[in-house]
């Protein structure tokens, strides 16, 4: 299995500001998937990243609010950009393992007040 | 289509009693169906998961069953204990690592000393 790191674990954060989270993994993977976990809410995936290509976006996320960089096949950073009292969430990075199973990462989660 | 229908939204079972969580789809070409545990401040984390080759898959407590020609499947865990107690997502996706997860919308298990 895929150990992955994610930073921040949490934070508070001021209405129109950005935050950078990063996600590390321990082993090269291919695909790196960005998910959002409302309160209460199941996963709803962002946008999935190849590394050295842009990353592909989901219905209802676009790049000027979320943009993603994959710099390299162990790490990858999602910002979230503007933010405002709706994007107070858990934010979770996922790998495929060589087995095609799923891991994720322990989440940032994230207060905007 | 891409949709992953998810019952029941919470559960309680006492010690020692048999959770069942069931959960379906429509999309035929979905190939690989985990079950993730979610633990209040953690990230998900795989349980189980079966493809469509087999009716059942059982590790330790867990049991996955399989009906592909209803495109349903469940969750049993056998003597639910306390320690159980967690959030329960079933996802589904095609065969490859490539390929996105969809997630149920998650079924909040607690098991009752």
């Known amino acids: 299995s895929a150990v992955i790191s994610q930073k921040p674990s949490r934070d508070i954060c001021q209405r129109g500001t950005s935050l950078t989270i990063q996600c590390q993994v321990d082993?090269?993977?291919?695909?790196m998937f960005w998910y959002r976990q409302q309160p209460g809410q199941s996963l709803t995936l962002i946008a999935t990243?190849?590394?050295?290509?842009?990353?592909?976006?989901e219905s209802g996320f676009v790049i000027d609010k979320f943009p993603i960089s994959r710099p390299n096949l162990t790490f990858s950073t999602l910002t979230v950009s503007n933010m405002s009292p709706e994007d107070s969430s858990i934010y979770l990075c996922?790998?495929?393992?060589?087995?095609?199973?799923?891991?994720f990462g322990q989440g940032t989660r994230l207060t905007v007040v | 289509q891409q949709q992953v229908k998810q019952s029941p939204q919470s559960l309680i079972v006492q010690k020692g009693g048999i959770s069942i969580i069931n959960c379906a789809y429509e999309?035929?070409?979905?190939?690989?169906f985990p079950w993730y545990q979610q633990f209040p401040g953690k990230g998900p984390a795989l349980l189980i998961a079966?493809?469509?080759?087999?009716s059942e898959k059982k590790e330790g407590r867990f049991t996955i069953s399989f009906n592909k020609s209803a495109k349903q499947f469940s969750l049993h865990i056998m003597d639910s204990q306390p320690g159980d107690s967690a959030t329960y997502f079933c996802?589904?996706?095609?065969?490859?690592?490539?390929?996105?997860?969809?997630f149920g919308t998650g079924t909040r298990l607690l098991v009752s000393p």
């Open positions: 996802a589904a996706r095609g065969d490859t690592g490539f390929q996105k997860l969809v």
């Open positions: 079966i493809r469509p080759d087999v």
């Open positions: 996922s790998v495929t393992g060589g087995n095609t199973e799923a891991f």
């Open positions: 082993s090269q993977v291919t695909m």
């Open positions: 999309n035929t070409a979905f190939d690989y």
């Open positions: 990243a190849n590394q050295g290509s842009e990353a592909t976006y």
